[in-house]
Structure formats: structure tokens, C-alpha cells
């Protein structure tokens, strides 16, 4: 069944509320929607939003994660440890065992495509670059950092939302065990999903908690516990606007970033082990870039206060079909 609140469906509502007319099309077996508004046209594939401010440049950047790493890098921004691999034979465990736990990665796909995590041993590494390989010409294989991950939204070259996905968590009370705790997290969930639009938290079924996780011990008081290592909505996860909490450090290394690139609209995704200390290198890496993220996420914020970012995109569209000029912040 497709899904009405996908990103491209939550832009069309907003520029149709503005007067644009939107056309289905279907060319080359896939499929577009035309926006067109007296003299203004734009066109976009509906797998994604293909952002017409967005340049071609940037959008590279964002789809090959190797390029993406030597670009900050070269920016003074921290990175993890990284190899890059085209065939299995290629792999030298005497060269990369020393960085364990490791990651794989293919270098060029979205979402946990070909994702290996916590590789300890010359086996599962050469498993986990095959399989990366099988979706992607190139497998990287990286120092895994432990840490929260953070989604910077940019736009005109300043950060706007700072979203942070967190694992799901139980809070002890001194008096039950994780069973009673998790039952009643799980029965307050109907009652979260009432101020999420296009969202909704799943129930916190056995499948998402940590499967060696000692149910029958009583959680101290205000101890809070993992119950999962899921960091997506549906595996658990919650969502949070952390801005208030980043260390300025971090704004000012990411805003650097994309006014670098003189970006319009730019996601920047970090590992940070404490948002809330000074950016240093072994705090933090960079992730990647993005140009066209789930807009979904964006209103799925635990507490209710949501970032509006569909009328903030659809005025960027508006300014590019009309031309106007916009100054990047510097």
C-alpha cells in the first residue's frame, strides 16, 4: 500500500495548498510528479524528492559516502578510521585489527543496506565487506564509534533542528522489574502516537528488546536502562530535538561545512559521544550528507513539539522556481 505521508505526497499538499497544479507522469518506467503554477514548472521523481536547489555537486557528495569523507575531512572535520576495499581478496585483517570493533559499509547506499556492525574477527569481516559488495562496487570498512546519532538540518547555511534518535529506554522505579516496566511504557505508547500527524511509535514488542537483557532484576529509581539497539522508529527508537543541548562547537563545525558548500538545504548526520561538551575529535565523527531526507522524521518528535519543515522546504522551491536570489550565511 503506498504511503500518503512519504515526503514528495507531504510537498505536493503544501504547494497544492499554494496553488500549484501536480501531474502524475510516467516516463522510462518511473514515476514523476510535475508542479506547474502560471509560469513555474518543477519536477520531481516520487521514489525521493529531487530538490531543484539542491546542485549536482552536493547531491554526489551525499550518494558516495568516500567522497563525502575527504571533503570534511579536508575541513578539519573528524572522521572514523576508514578502508576501502573492491574485492574480498583485498581485505588484510593484520591491517585493520588493531581499530576493532569495525563497521562495513557499502560506499554508496541509504538507509542499513549492506550494514555490519561490531565485526571483531577476520570471518564476519570478510562476510560483511562480501555483503556490502554485493549492493555497492566498493565496501568501507571503518572504526566502529560508539555514540548518539545526531541529524543536523541546515538551511541558507545555518543549523535548524538538531534530531537525535535514541534507543529505546525504561526508567526504574526502586520497585519493579524490567517486565512491569516495560508493560507499562508499551500501554503509554497509544497515548504518544495522539500528537505524531504522520507517525506512529510501534508497541515495544519482544522482538525490539535486547534479547540478553535481565528481566527478572528490579531497576534502581531514576536508573535508566537500553532496552534496545535500534536507533529507527520502528525498531523502537525515540526521536528528539536535542538543539538546546549541542555544544555551540558543533553548530559552528557544521554550519562551516555547508556554508563551505554554499548550501541551500543540506542534512548532516554526527556521532557524538557527549552533544553537550566542546567538539574535539575523539568526541565525534561525521556520518554523511543527505539532500533529500524522510521528511516523517521531522514530526515524530517524542514531546509533541514537532519541526515544521515541509513550508520551510516548499518556500526554498518557491524562491528557485522564481529565481530569487538568496545569500548563504557565512
Request: one cysteine or more; charged letters at 20%; hydrophobic letters at 40%.
Amino acid at each position: 500500500m503506498p504511503d500518503p505521508y512519504k515526503s514528495i505526497h507531504l510537498i505536493r499538499h503544501e504547494l497544492e495548498a499554494r496553488g500549484f497544479t501536480a501531474t502524475k507522469i510516467v516516463e522510462n518506467g518511473h514515476s514523476y510528479f510535475v508542479f506547474t503554477k502560471n509560469d513555474l514548472r518543477w519536477q520531481s521523481r516520487t521514489a525521493y524528492v529531487d530538490y531543484p536547489f539542491v546542485p549536482l555537486a552536493i547531491k554526489n557528495l551525499s550518494t558516495r559516502k568516500d567522497q563525502a569523507y575527504a571533503y570534511v575531512a579536508n575541513h578539519g572535520v573528524a572522521i572514523a578510521k576508514t578502508f576501502s576495499y573492491t574485492t574480498p581478496d583485498e581485505v588484510a585483517w593484520d591491517k585493520v585489527k588493531a581499530v576493532t570493533p569495525l563497521i562495513v559499509k557499502p560506499v554508496d547506499s541509504d538507509g542499513s543496506q549492506g550494514l555490519t556492525r561490531n565485526v571483531t574477527t577476520e570471518e564476519a569481516l570478510l562476510t560483511g565487506v562480501k555483503n556490502a559488495l554485493l549492493i555497492s562496487t566498493h565496501a568501507l570498512v571503518q572504526q566502529q564509534f560508539f555514540g548518539d546519532e545526531l541529524r543536523f538540518t541546515c538551511m541558507n547555511g545555518r543549523v535548524m533542528s538538531a534530531l537525535l534518535r535514541m534507543p529505546a529506554t525504561l526508567k526504574g522505579d526502586g520497585e519493579h522489574t524490567v517486565e512491569p516496566l516495560l508493560s507499562a511504557a508499551t500501554a503509554a505508547r497509544p497515548q504518544l502516537n495522539e500528537h505524531l500527524p504522520y507517525i506512529q511509535y510501534p508497541q515495544l514488542q519482544a522482538n525490539l528488546v535486547l534479547q540478553n537483557l535481565r528481566q527478572d532484576e528490579i531497576v534502581a529509581k531514576d536508573v535508566t536502562i537500553q532496552i534496545g539497539e535500534s536507533t529507527m522508529i520502528s525498531g523502537g527508537a525515540y526521536v528528539y530535538d536535542v538543539l538546546t543541548e549541542v555544544d555551540p562547537t558543533y553548530i559552528d563545525v557544521i554550519e562551516g561545512l555547508v556554508q563551505s558548500l554554499d548550501a541551500r538545504f543540506l542534512v548532516v548526520d554526527f556521532l557524538i559521544a557527549d552533544r553537550t561538551v566542546p567538539a574535539k575529535p575523539d568526541n565525534y565523527i561525521f556520518l554523511e550528507f543527505n539532500t533529500a531526507p524522510a521528511l516523517k522524521l521531522y514530526y515524530s518528535i517524542r514531546d509533541g513539539e514537532q519541526f515544521d519543515i515541509v513550508p520551510l522546504l516548499s518556500d526554498l522551491i518557491v524562491e528557485q522556481l522564481k529565481g530569487v536570489s538568496v545569500t548563504i550565511a557565512k
